[in-house]
């Protein structure tokens, strides 16, 4: 367990913070990734405490909800995973049926691509986990290809766009290399799957890993736009750039509960702050050149 995580478990375990946090109706976007098979009973029992004390959505309900169609009251979660390994169709075939969920699975047309193990782990090593050693990899850390994209939407899940190649989006200064990575990847898994993506996550989750501009290609795409930012959604709309909570099997229960009653949300607010910002000045030129 990190420092910081330790230090936030003993926190709640001596105060009322868990007591007096959230108490508004809340919408939290749980955020997934690999689930190694070691990890499986976790996740089964992290979901399960879960179900006790929140509702998880369904992606439509989600869309209804940011449109306006429904309401949401209480304690409100949507699934998601990021990335595309075949851990999370295999969650997916294990426990999501039996516990009526279903998830957003955002996926990389390019890593999907891959056929052999050897590029599969070139491109975690170089892309998902940079800086890493292929030979050091897990075993089982292997990627997802076109007929687990269709098992799972046949299984009733939402498959999302989460760019062509896990690229830093703010590292791209080309608009013509940003729509390469985030509408072309878009389409061709749209193609791939005979449905329309109407969810994208961009990579890495991050202010850092995001632009103004990327969110500019995002915006005019897809009308529901993730990042890795913890935060409450019950307020958002379509324009707005949707809060996800990391989350991982190995957290315990109170720092689970800790996190999706805004325990960490402050250190969110200036990143918050600067993707409105973005989102002002892109509706403000839009506005000016209609």
Aim: charge should be positive.
């Amino acid at each position: 367990m990190k420092l910081n995580h330790k230090i936030l478990e003993t926190f709640l375990k001596y105060t009322n913070f868990l007591k007096v946090g959230e108490k508004n109706d809340t919408l939290r976007v749980l955020m997934y990734h690999d689930i190694p098979p070691n990890l499986e009973k976790e996740f089964r029992d992290q979901i399960s405490f879960l179900r006790k004390n929140w509702n998880f959505i369904t992606p439509l309900q989600f869309e209804n909800f940011i449109n306006k169609n429904i309401e949401l009251k209480g304690n409100n979660l949507l699934l998601t995973f990021d990335d595309g390994f075949i851990s999370s169709k295999i969650i997916a075939e294990k426990f999501l049926s039996d516990f009526q969920i279903q998830a957003i699975f955002f996926v990389m047309s390019d890593f999907i691509e891959i056929k052999d193990l050897n590029s599969c782990r070139d491109f975690i090593s170089k892309n998902i986990i940079p800086g890493t050693d292929k030979d050091h990899l897990p075993n089982h850390l292997k990627n997802m290809q076109w007929e687990d994209i269709k098992f799972l939407q046949n299984m009733g899940h939402t498959i999302g766009a989460h760019t062509k190649s896990h690229k830093k989006l703010s590292d791209i200064d080309s608009s013509f290399n940003l729509n390469k990575e985030i509408c072309y990847s878009a389409d061709l898994i749209s193609n791939k799957i005979n449905q329309p993506l109407n969810h994208f996550a961009y990579s890495f989750g991050n202010l850092s890993s995001f632009s103004e501009n990327a969110y500019k290609i995002a915006l005019n795409k897809f009308p529901y736009i993730y990042s890795g930012i913890r935060g409450n959604n019950i307020n958002k709309n379509q324009k707005d750039l949707i809060f996800r909570d990391e989350v991982n099997p190995t957290y315990s229960n109170i720092l689970t509960e800790g996190f999706l009653k805004g325990i960490t949300d402050f250190k969110y607010k200036k990143s918050a702050n600067i993707f409105n910002k973005w989102k002002k000045n892109i509706l403000d030129s839009k506005n000016i050149n209609q």
